[in-house]
């Protein structure tokens, strides 16, 4: 996504309660791979939030772009809004603190959101953010943050790499995990025991774990991805994704399995989608 195509970013954040508890796998007996302490904690034990904005550039209006970075006020405040949002849904009975980033149709801004989301996380005082690239098929984080895209997590969950040896530092605060060696078969990838067993050990360690995942309606893997996270966050683009496609999704992940939405490109565009019957029966609509 170039720089002239980021014009603005609304929360549309339908704050659905799940019906049930997280989903998750049993851990195997013999991890796949286990995290160095070191990574999970900064120069300093207890900074302050304060002094953690003033280390983010976010905080100051960058916002990280496909092909480079860009200075927009407006844009950082949505991404520090969203960052808000998330934070008052843990403040309930759930806890939302690995999340799934995933869109309806490809083009709709799911790998600048994902990116942009994990900095703005990136400054909880209580433990750091992990930013993993689960989009096999068209990877793309690494290009937001100028690293490179092997090893990663495929091959990380084949064992042939360990967790130190894939797990790169964006900032003192943001660590960010590439796709990995290609592989044939993605779906297989994912649908592997090893990534819950790996994900559930990351939890130890990270304040955050934020998933970027390929469109849910092109692949099955955002689904498989569903089962074993707190809730997931639909990234709709204005005016250009078709409601019903949004519907598709939704119903292909399951509505409880959905935190909300996050509408990119405009303003005011989540009343066309929040007029549409199939979204006016949420508790909690957040503009």
Not at 141 to 148: E, K
Request: hydrophobic content about 35%; glycine content about 4%.
């Amino acid at each position: 996504m170039s720089a002239e195509e980021v014009k603005d970013l609304h929360l549309n954040n339908d704050s659905i309660e799940p019906s049930a508890e997280p989903l998750t796998s049993q851990q195997s007996a013999d991890p796949v791979a286990l995290v160095s302490n070191k990574r999970a904690t900064s120069e300093d034990p207890s900074p302050s939030r304060s002094q953690l904005k003033q280390d983010n550039p976010l905080y100051e209006g960058s916002i990280l772009v496909g092909n480079g970075e860009i200075n927009n006020l407006v844009t950082a405040e949505r991404f520090r809004v969203l960052r808000a949002k998330i934070e008052r849904s843990n403040l309930g009975q759930q806890s939302y603190r690995l999340l799934a980033v995933t869109s309806a149709l490809p083009e709709e801004g799911k790998s600048l959101v994902s990116s942009n989301l994990a900095r703005a996380l990136s400054i909880d005082p209580l433990g750091k953010t992990l930013l993993i690239d689960c989009d096999l098929r068209r990877p793309s984080v690494h290009t937001f943050f100028n690293i490179p895209d092997r090893p990663g997590l495929a091959d990380l969950v084949l064992n042939k790499v360990t967790s130190d040896e894939v797990i790169q530092h964006a900032s003192n605060r943001l660590d960010v995990i590439s796709t990995g060696t290609p592989v044939n078969d993605p779906t297989q990838i994912i649908e592997r025991p090893e990534l819950a067993t790996i994900l559930n050990e990351f939890r130890k360690h990270y304040q955050y774990i934020i998933l970027d995942c390929p469109p849910t309606m092109l692949c099955s893997e955002p689904i498989t991805i569903s089962s074993i996270v707190d809730s997931m966050l639909l990234v709709v683009r204005a005016w250009t994704t078709p409601k019903r496609v949004v519907r598709d999704a939704i119903n292909a992940i399951g509505s409880s399995r959905i935190l909300g939405l996050v509408i990119n490109d405009g303003l005011d565009a989540s009343r066309m989608y929040v007029d549409y019957g199939y979204y006016t029966n949420r508790k909690h609509l957040i503009r």
